[in-house]
């Protein structure tokens, strides 16, 4: 089945209680013109709509006593659950650390669903028995799983075949085809105040602009990720 051209769109989920937050976020560039496209849909699920009592409450003091209040399992669970066909992503410190190996698998999946912590966490028993992944956007800690949710539709939606116009610039960059980071680029004017882009760009040369990025790729990775260098 084709829709708006794509043969198979990615349909996502965010479980959030913060639904505003991504508001504006959905609409612009790349990934407004992807849903508009029909590449991706993109569905907000309202936590506060499976939340308990008139306050439509979703979190509650922990177990065992201690700072903060933690996400209750029956709002996220009934939010879930009609989810369960969907590849399930809890953000969150503790997760495996995002990477583009990840974002390259998840953008071939029909659908995912981001659940987005906020307060302390989550009740444990969600990650244990609802997710099939938990993911952390890296070594901080942020207010809400909000954020690493818009990174993760943004890192997903550009490798979407036709999403980006030219499928080159995503195949070409940092952590791609040599799992280097990219070289440094230059653009117009070849000189401003005194500073020059690089001989070797202006000069014509394919094959010298080649070797010249080459060699910048892994000095770069060197410098700045040595440990992104691989062991042949
Ligand atoms: C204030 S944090 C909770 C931090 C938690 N008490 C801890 O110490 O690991 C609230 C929510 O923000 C999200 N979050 C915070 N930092 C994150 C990160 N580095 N990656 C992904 N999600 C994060 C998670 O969904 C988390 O449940």
Redesign the pocket.
């Known amino acids: 089945m084709t829709q708006g051209g794509y043969p198979v769109p990615v349909d996502i989920s965010i479980i959030t209680i913060f639904p505003e937050f991504f508001a504006s976020p959905l609409q612009v560039s790349f990934v407004g013109r992807a849903q508009e496209r029909g590449a991706v849909s993109v569905d907000l699920v309202d936590l506060r709509t499976f939340g308990k009592g008139v306050h439509r409450q979703v979190d509650d003091a922990p177990f065992g006593g201690g700072a903060?209040m933690v996400?209750m399992i029956e709002p996220l669970a009934q939010a879930l659950d009609p989810l369960e066909h969907t590849h399930r992503i809890?953000?969150?410190?503790?997760?495996k650390p995002?990477d583009q190996s990840m974002l390259d698998r998840w953008s071939q999946m029909p659908a995912l669903t981001l659940?987005?912590?906020?307060?302390?966490?989550?009740d444990e028993r969600i990650a244990d028995h609802y997710i099939d992944e938990e993911?952390?956007?890296?070594?901080?800690?942020?207010?809400?799983?909000?954020?690493?949710?818009l990174a993760i539709i943004e890192g997903v939606v550009r490798l979407i075949p036709g999403v980006v116009g030219n499928p080159e610039s995503t195949e070409t960059e940092s952590f791609r085809h040599d799992g280097l980071l990219e070289e440094p680029q230059y653009t117009r004017p070849a000189e401003f105040r005194g500073m020059k882009v690089p001989e070797v760009l202006l000069s014509g040369d394919h094959g010298k602009i080649a070797e010249w990025r080459a060699e910048q790729r892994r000095q770069r990775t060197r410098d700045r990720r040595p440990d992104l260098l691989r062991e042949d």
């Open positions: 903060g996400m809890l953000l969150t410190p503790a997760g995002l659940v987005c912590g906020r307060y302390e966490g989550v993911v952390s956007l890296g070594d901080f800690v942020l207010l809400g799983g909000e954020a690493a949710a």
